[in-house]
C-alpha cells in the first residue's frame, strides 16, 4: 500500500507495536530470565529483573536429576518419527490428488479433514485398550503411530496445496518426452516441490513436539516426551521456580527457533489453504 | 491413453493414507460405539454385560455433566471473543508501518510454539501463584490482595493461559488476511475523507469476515480439546471439569469406560456440529 505516513506516525506506531510486543512474549523473556537465577533469586521479594548473578546451575541440576537428555531423545524421536513416516504415506496420496484429480478427490480431502477433527477423548479408550494389547503402551514406536495419524490430514493437505501450484504442462511435458511415471516424480516434481515438503515438515514437527493429549495418556517412564517432563513438575517440591524454568526453557527453545522459520506456513497449514 | 493408466496408478497411491486413515477412525469409533452400550468396569469385574442406552442417560444425569458443559461453553466463547478482539486489534496494529516489524511478529508469535504443558505451568507457578508469582508482587505493590488465581478464579485462569497460547494463531492469519486486502479501496475511502472508524467498520471488517470465521471453527474445534492446560493446573477441581475433561476422567481415572465412552460419543457428535460448518468454508475453496 502507498500510503504515505509521517515519520511521527511511525514513531508512534513503534512504540506501541513494540510495548505490545513484549508484553505478549514477557512470560517467555521471564521464564528464560529465571533460568538464570538461583531458586532464591527467583522469588526475591521484590523481583529482581536483570541485575541478578547469571548462573547455569539449574540447568546441570534438571539434567542430573530428571535425565532431560532421555525425554529430549524421546521428544526428537517421535516428532521427526512420525513427521518422516506421514511424509512418506501422504507424498504419494498428495501427489496422485493433485495432478490426477478423479471425481471423488474433494470428498477424499474432505473426508480426511474429517477424521482430524474426531476429538481424542472420545476415542481415548479404544487406543489405550489397544497399545496394551498390542504392547505398544509406553513405546515410542506407539507414539509415532499415532502422531503420524493425528498428523497425517495436515500433511496431507499441506502437500495438496503445495502441488497444486506446481504447473501440471510441465508434467505433460516430461510425459510427452517419454519420462515414466517413477523419473517424472524423481526428476521432475520433487525438485519442484522440495520448498513445500520442507514446510510441511517443519510444521508438523512442530504440532508433535507440542502434542499433549496422546503423548500424555499414552506414556509412562520409558518414552515420555518433553511434554509429560514438564508436566511432572506440576506438584511444587520446594523453591523450583528456577528448575522449572530451565526446564521450560530446555523444551521450549528448539521448537521456538524452528516456529520462527515457520510463520508463513503456519497459516497455510492450519487453516487448510481456507486463507491465504 | 496413459490416462487409464495413470488413474489406476493414483488409486494405489492414495490406497495407504486413506486405509490407515479410516483405521485410525473407525477401529476406535465402532469400539467406543461398542463400550457405550456396556456396562463396562476393567478394575471392578470387566464386562458385565450390556445395558442399551443406560450409560446415555447416566452420563447426562449425572450431577456434574451441566456444569462441564457450562464451563466448556465459557471457556470456548470467553477464548474465542478474547482472541477474536485482540487479534483484530493486534493485526491492525502489525500492519502498519513500524521500525522492526519482523521482530515484533516474532514476539507475537512466540507463544503458540510453547508446549501446553509448559504454558500453564509458567503461568500457574511463576504469574499466578499468590505468595511468589509476579501478579500477587504487582497486586501487592498497588496494595492490594493478591488474588489466589488458581481456587478462586479458576476459570479466569484458564481462560488467561489458553487465550494467550491462541491469540498468535488469531493474529496472524488475522494479518495474512488484512495485508491481502485492496490497498486502492482503502486510500479512495481515505480521499474521501472517511474516518478510520467508519473505514474499519465497512471496508476491513467485512474483508475479514471470512478470515475470522475460519479462525473461530478452527479454534473451536482445538479449544473444545483442551486438556493439558486443566491436567496440570487444577485438574479438574474448582469447576474447571470442561466436558473432555470430565470424560477422561470417567474413562481413565475411575476406569467407568461404558459411561466414559457414551460421553465420548456426545464429545465427538458436538465437535461434527463444529465440523461441518468449517468443512462448508474450506470446501468452498477448493472449487
Given at each position: 500500500?502507498?500510503?504515505?505516513?509521517?515519520?511521527?506516525?511511525?514513531?508512534i506506531?513503534?512504540?506501541?507495536?513494540?510495548?505490545?510486543?513484549?508484553?505478549?512474549?514477557?512470560?517467555?523473556?521471564?521464564?528464560?530470565?529465571?533460568?538464570?537465577?538461583?531458586?532464591?533469586?527467583?522469588?526475591a521479594?521484590?523481583?529482581?529483573?536483570?541485575?541478578?548473578?547469571?548462573?547455569?546451575?539449574?540447568?546441570?541440576?534438571?539434567?542430573?536429576?530428571?535425565?532431560y537428555?532421555?525425554?529430549?531423545?524421546?521428544?526428537?524421536?517421535?516428532?521427526?518419527?512420525?513427521?518422516?513416516?506421514?511424509?512418506?504415506?501422504?507424498?504419494?496420496?498428495?501427489w496422485?490428488?493433485?495432478?490426477?484429480?478423479?471425481?471423488?478427490?474433494?470428498?477424499?480431502?474432505?473426508?480426511?479433514?474429517?477424521?482430524?477433527?474426531?476429538p481424542?477423548?472420545?476415542?481415548?479408550?479404544?487406543?489405550?485398550l489397544?497399545?496394551?494389547?498390542?504392547?505398544?503402551?509406553?513405546?515410542?514406536?506407539?507414539l509415532?503411530?499415532?502422531?503420524?495419524?493425528?498428523?497425517?490430514?495436515?500433511?496431507?493437505?499441506?502437500?495438496?496445496?503445495?502441488?497444486?501450484?506446481?504447473?501440471?504442462?510441465?508434467?505433460?511435458?516430461?510425459?510427452?518426452?517419454?519420462?515414466?511415471?517413477?523419473?517424472?516424480?524423481?526428476?521432475?516434481?520433487?525438485?519442484?516441490?522440495?520448498?513445500?515438503?520442507?514446510?510441511?515438515?517443519?510444521?508438523?514437527?512442530?504440532?508433535?513436539?507440542?502434542?499433549?493429549?496422546?503423548?500424555?495418556?499414552?506414556?509412562?517412564?520409558?518414552?515420555?516426551?518433553?511434554?509429560?517432563?514438564?508436566?511432572?513438575?506440576?506438584s511444587?517440591?520446594?523453591?523450583?521456580?528456577?528448575?522449572?524454568?530451565?526446564?521450560?526453557?530446555m523444551?521450549?527453545?528448539?521448537?521456538?527457533?524452528?516456529?520462527?522459520?515457520?510463520?508463513?506456513?503456519?497459516?497455510?497449514?492450519?487453516?487448510?489453504?481456507?486463507?491465504? | 491413453?496413459?490416462?487409464?493408466?495413470?488413474?489406476?496408478?493414483?488409486?494405489?497411491?492414495?490406497a495407504?493414507?486413506?486405509?490407515?486413515?479410516?483405521?485410525?477412525?473407525?477401529?476406535?469409533?465402532?469400539?467406543?460405539?461398542?463400550?457405550?452400550?456396556?456396562?463396562?468396569?476393567?478394575?471392578?469385574?470387566?464386562?458385565?454385560?450390556?445395558?442399551?442406552?443406560?450409560?446415555?442417560?447416566?452420563?447426562?444425569?449425572?450431577?456434574?455433566?451441566?456444569?462441564?458443559?457450562?464451563?466448556?461453553?465459557?471457556?470456548?466463547?470467553?477464548?474465542?471473543?478474547?482472541?477474536?478482539?485482540?487479534?483484530?486489534?493486534?493485526?491492525?496494529l502489525?500492519?502498519?508501518?513500524?521500525?522492526?516489524?519482523?521482530?515484533?511478529?516474532?514476539?507475537?508469535?512466540?507463544?503458540?510454539?510453547?508446549?501446553?504443558?509448559?504454558?500453564?505451568?509458567?503461568?500457574?507457578?511463576?504469574?499466578?501463584?499468590?505468595?511468589?508469582?509476579?501478579?500477587?508482587?504487582?497486586?501487592?505493590?498497588?496494595?492490594?490482595?493478591?488474588?489466589?488465581?488458581?481456587?478462586?478464579?479458576?476459570?479466569?485462569?484458564?481462560?488467561?493461559?489458553?487465550?494467550?497460547?491462541?491469540?498468535?494463531?488469531?493474529?496472524?492469519?488475522?494479518?495474512?488476511?488484512?495485508?491481502?486486502?485492496?490497498?486502492?479501496?482503502?486510500?479512495?475511502?481515505?480521499?474521501?475523507?472517511?474516518?478510520?472508524v467508519?473505514?474499519?467498520?465497512?471496508?476491513?471488517?467485512?474483508?475479514?469476515?471470512?478470515?475470522?470465521?475460519?479462525?473461530?471453527?478452527?479454534?473451536?474445534?482445538?479449544?473444545?480439546?483442551?486438556?493439558?492446560?486443566?491436567?496440570?493446573?487444577?485438574?479438574?477441581?474448582?469447576?474447571?471439569?470442561?466436558?473432555?475433561?470430565?470424560?477422561?476422567?470417567?474413562?481413565?481415572?475411575?476406569?467407568?469406560?461404558?459411561?466414559?465412552?457414551?460421553?465420548?460419543?456426545?464429545?465427538?457428535?458436538?465437535?461434527?456440529?463444529?465440523?461441518?460448518?468449517?468443512?462448508?468454508?474450506?470446501?468452498?475453496?477448493?472449487?
Open positions: 500500500m502507498a500510503r504515505s505516513v509521517t515519520t511521527r506516525g511511525k514513531a506506531n513503534t512504540a506501541i507495536a513494540w510495548a505490545v510486543g513484549l508484553l505478549i512474549f514477557f512470560p517467555i523473556l521471564w521464564t528464560i530470565l529465571t533460568s538464570f537465577k538461583t531458586e532464591g533469586q527467583a522469588i521479594a521484590p523481583p529482581v529483573f536483570l541485575f541478578f548473578d547469571w548462573t547455569l546451575e539449574n540447568y546441570a541440576i534438571v539434567q542430573e536429576r530428571s535425565d537428555l532421555r525425554y529430549l531423545t524421546n521428544s526428537i524421536i517421535i516428532a521427526c518419527g512420525s513427521t518422516v513416516l506421514g511424509i512418506i504415506v501422504a507424498i504419494p496420496a498428495a496422485s490428488m493433485a495432478f490426477v484429480p478423479g471425481r471423488r478427490t474433494k470428498d477424499i480431502l474432505m473426508w480426511m479433514l474429517s477424521t482430524k477433527m474426531l481424542a477423548v472420545g476415542v481415548l479408550y479404544p487406543i489405550y489397544l497399545f496394551i494389547k498390542l504392547g505398544l503402551l509406553d513405546s515410542r514406536a506407539g509415532v503411530i499415532v502422531l503420524m495419524l493425528i498428523n497425517l490430514p495436515i500433511i496431507v493437505w499441506m502437500l495438496y496445496t503445495y502441488f497444486r501450484e506446481i504447473p501440471g504442462e510441465i508434467l505433460e511435458a516430461a510425459r510427452m518426452d517419454g519420462a515414466s511415471l517413477k523419473n517424472e516424480i524423481i526428476y521432475v516434481l520433487t525438485p519442484m516441490a522440495v520448498p513445500g515438503i520442507a514446510s510441511t515438515i517443519l510444521l508438523n514437527i512442530i504440532l508433535a513436539w507440542n502434542e499433549a493429549f496422546w503423548t500424555l495418556n499414552l506414556t509412562a517412564a520409558k518414552a515420555a516426551p518433553l511434554t509429560a517432563f514438564i508436566a511432572s513438575y506440576s511444587p517440591e520446594g523453591l523450583f521456580y528456577a528448575k522449572l524454568s530451565a526446564a521450560s526453557t523444551a521450549i527453545a528448539p521448537i521456538l527457533i524452528m516456529g520462527w522459520f515457520s510463520q508463513k506456513q503456519l497459516v497455510r497449514g492450519l487453516t487448510f489453504g481456507a486463507v491465504k | 491413453m496413459a490416462t487409464q493408466h495413470s488413474r489406476s496408478a493414483a488409486r494405489i497411491m492414495i495407504p493414507a486413506v486405509i490407515l486413515l479410516l483405521g485410525w477412525m473407525l477401529v476406535p469409533l465402532v469400539m467406543t460405539l461398542y463400550f457405550s452400550f456396556k456396562k463396562y468396569l476393567p478394575l471392578r469385574g470387566g464386562d458385565l454385560g450390556w445395558v442399551g442406552f443406560e450409560n446415555y442417560s447416566r452420563f447426562v444425569t449425572s450431577s456434574s455433566f451441566w456444569p462441564s458443559i457450562a464451563t466448556t461453553l465459557t471457556l470456548v466463547v470467553s477464548v474465542l471473543v478474547i482472541t477474536v478482539v485482540l487479534g483484530v486489534l493486534l493485526a491492525l502489525l500492519d502498519r508501518p513500524m521500525w522492526g516489524q519482523g521482530i515484533v511478529r516474532i514476539l507475537v508469535i512466540a507463544p503458540f510454539f510453547v508446549m501446553p504443558t509448559v504454558s500453564a505451568l509458567i503461568w500457574k507457578n511463576m504469574f499466578m501463584d499468590p505468595i511468589n508469582g509476579l501478579l500477587a508482587h504487582l497486586w501487592r505493590a498497588f496494595g492490594a490482595e493478591p488474588i489466589q488465581w488458581m481456587s478462586q478464579a479458576s476459570m479466569p485462569s484458564i481462560i488467561i493461559i489458553v487465550s494467550w497460547q491462541w491469540l498468535p494463531f488469531a493474529t496472524l492469519i488475522l494479518l495474512t488476511a488484512i495485508q491481502s486486502l485492496d490497498g486502492e479501496q482503502l486510500e479512495a475511502s481515505e480521499m474521501d475523507g472517511a474516518p478510520p467508519k473505514r474499519f467498520w465497512y471496508i476491513i471488517l467485512p474483508h475479514l469476515s471470512r478470515a475470522i470465521t475460519v479462525v473461530v471453527l478452527i479454534q473451536t474445534i482445538f479449544l473444545l480439546a483442551v486438556f493439558a492446560e486443566i491436567f496440570v493446573t487444577t485438574g479438574g477441581a474448582f469447576g474447571t471439569k470442561t466436558l473432555s475433561y470430565l470424560i477422561f476422567q470417567r474413562v481413565l481415572e475411575s476406569q467407568n469406560v461404558g459411561l466414559g465412552s457414551a460421553g465420548g460419543v456426545y464429545a465427538i457428535i458436538l465437535a461434527n456440529i463444529v465440523a461441518m460448518f468449517l468443512m462448508r468454508i474450506v470446501g468452498k475453496n477448493l472449487d
